[in-house]
């Protein structure tokens, strides 16, 4: 198949600003791309050549958008995946493949899943109801504090939540569900992994989280991570084997802590483009939504080392402001050095809703970390 | 003005490969944008918020076009100047200046702005018809060999030719036009020049272009030229000098020959991103194309260094090939280190047209320069 000639289609399900940046890179190799999103707003609306409104999570919907493309891809992993076994079936190419995407859609399945293939993760329970931890807690089988999370469609730190209390447990989401052992770490580390659909596979640099301690949002991604050599080989080598585990074509993200002993531990992993790769753009050779196109079409990988440091900042909505979005002091952060706003193109902004990324890249890394510092104190996302 | 909040538009006239390149900052600042063009298959007939078909040398169609927008560029000199000035006269704010865009859009009048201004340039002659070179031959007023060119809307090669003889003057466009003294020059140069409408002014390093013997396109821009650092400082004051007579707001491309005995003379500008400029995209801090929004929207400029080494292949229509386009070998030339493909989106190839580019970054000059090679002997742009 020839992907730079007329006449091969790429589906993406979802328009968010990962469908968005991945547009990018189709515009920049004028591949043929249609998009299916719930919003008509959303934020890949343009840029493709065939844009549908419907849910990503219906059946019907989601198997009709895929029937006349060659290749199907996703920029989230809340989809029907009923529909994209059935055009996996019909001869469409589905990456990343529904059979990894089983497994990882679902977090409870997901943690299995590293226990059966012996990869290091936090100790965890499954639960059917919220109700059951209760029960639990009653009867001795879990201690505070712990980790819940939402075994399903949680998404940009909903669905996670650090219980202390039962009035924690409070307002929670009542289905099924994980709680994981506390795990007091050093470091929230991550790393992205492609592998294209003829084997080949790469991984990017380690890079280092910095979360926000109540919105539970990455606040710097940096990279490389300001960790030992030996620390990041061994994430490296997590990160790899967990991608040989699950096999999937196209990237993975990996997301790991680094406990006080330096053990690495697999936290969760997301089978797409993800907000620790946003610093490749500006930073890597090859950035990681190219990468995903060179991955899922079957074409070489490229080379994923960076020209330069990279620091990330996320542009979130801050609180006590909701309503259509004003992005104050942008004139003042791109005043100072290689700093690279992107904005998403979402019209409202509401506390903590991520509305676009800075990326600040430097040859010198503290330096960098300094600028985002800067812009992090400079800029606001807030409403009119 | 607030440019990253709704309310605000900016109008492009022109949506070619250059158009399409800028989208893709307007898209990365959620910028609202309209494109005319008078193709409705133009590269940029996407990932613009607005696209109107017409023609853009008729007045009425850019005159109503410009209307509504707050500010107005372009991505090609040749459009309808009267409107523009219209426009401006009333309100719209068009960068670059409409005054500007008068010297530059005819090749006669720039070459006397030279004259004015004391800017080394090679010497001409200006003709109203193709006739009078056969007159001036005649007298004696013109010696072979010598370069004609036309004075206005000549693009890409074409309007450029070296007259060696009588008969290289058949079949030239008939009209307006200059001819120069042959300069027999070492390298050729350019530098871009970016000031912004606070009057902000910075330039691009300077770039060594290896032009096609024959097509007279750009076969090979490497950046930094491998050229004296005297000759380099050079070469960019004199830009300098240039772009601050000429006042434009927006870039200014300059291209200059380094002469036998080390002069640097002006051989022309383009008011715009620019072939030159295209290595940006991968190798610099900041492109051409965000610097370009930048310098229009008065933002403050950014970093126009380099993270690496780049060099730049046009990928032109082979000779012989007319037709439905194939990129020939892509894929091998993907495998290559550092290698970026531009497909500009093109259906049709012919000998010569310029159907896309692909840049070659390495920390290593003469390694992004073989590589370069590699890519050039591999690719082929045929038709089907």
Redesign the interface.
């Known amino acids: 198949m020839?992907y730079?000639?007329?006449g091969f289609k790429l589906g993406i399900l979802g328009g968010g600003q990962l469908g968005?940046m991945m547009l990018?890179e189709t515009?920049?190799?004028?591949i043929y791309t249609k998009v299916l999103d719930a919003s008509s707003e959303a934020p890949s609306r343009?840029?493709?050549?065939e844009f549908a409104q419907g849910s990503l999570l219906d059946f019907d919907t989601v198997y009709n958008f895929g029937k006349d493309v060659d290749v199907l891809t996703i920029e989230i992993e809340n989809v029907n995946l009923d529909a994209l076994e059935k055009l996996e079936d019909e001869g469409v190419k589905v990456y990343p493949q529904p059979k990894a995407l089983r497994i990882i859609q679902n977090k409870a399945k997901q943690k299995l899943f590293y226990v059966d293939n012996e990869i290091p993760t936090a100790d965890f329970q499954r639960f059917a109801y919220l109700s059951e931890i209760e029960d639990s807690i009653e009867n001795g089988g879990l201690q505070f504090p712990f980790v819940w999370k939402v075994a399903q469609f949680g998404y940009d730190g909903q669905g996670v939540k650090v219980v202390r209390s039962l009035a924690d447990l409070k307002g929670l989401p009542t289905g099924e569900c994980i709680t994981e052992v506390m795990i007091p770490f050093k470091n929230e580390l991550a790393v992205i992994v492609s592998r294209n659909s003829e084997g080949e596979i790469k991984t990017y640099p380690v890079v280092e989280m910095e979360f926000h301690p109540e919105a539970n949002q990455v606040e710097y991604v940096i990279c490389p991570a300001r960790i030992d050599d030996k620390v990041a080989e061994k994430a490296r080598a997590l990160a790899l084997k967990v991608a040989n585990k699950i096999g999937l074509t196209g990237l993975l993200a990996v997301e790991m802590f680094q406990t006080e002993d330096d053990k690495i531990l697999v936290n969760e992993v997301a089978p797409r483009p993800h907000n620790s790769g946003h610093y490749s753009i500006e930073a890597s050779?090859?950035n990681q939504f190219?990468q995903h196109i060179?991955s899922i079409l079957g074409?070489?990988l490229?080379?994923t080392d960076s020209?330069?440091a990279g620091v990330m900042v996320n542009l979130v909505g801050a609180e006590g402001h909701t309503g259509?979005?004003?992005?104050k002091n942008?004139?003042e952060i791109?005043?100072m050095?290689?700093v690279?706003?992107?904005?998403?193109?979402k019209?409202q902004t509401r506390p903590f809703r991520k509305m676009g990324h800075v990326t600040i890249?430097n040859?010198d890394l503290e330096k960098a970390r300094a600028i985002a510092e800067k812009v992090k104190e400079t800029i606001q996302v807030i409403s009119?």
């Open positions: 020839d730079f000639s007329s968005k990018y515009r920049k190799w004028d343009m840029s493709c050549n050779y090859t190219e060179r074409l070489p490229g080379n020209k330069v259509d979005v004003v992005y942008i004139e791109l005043a050095e290689g690279t706003p992107h904005i998403y193109g019209a890249v040859s009119k």
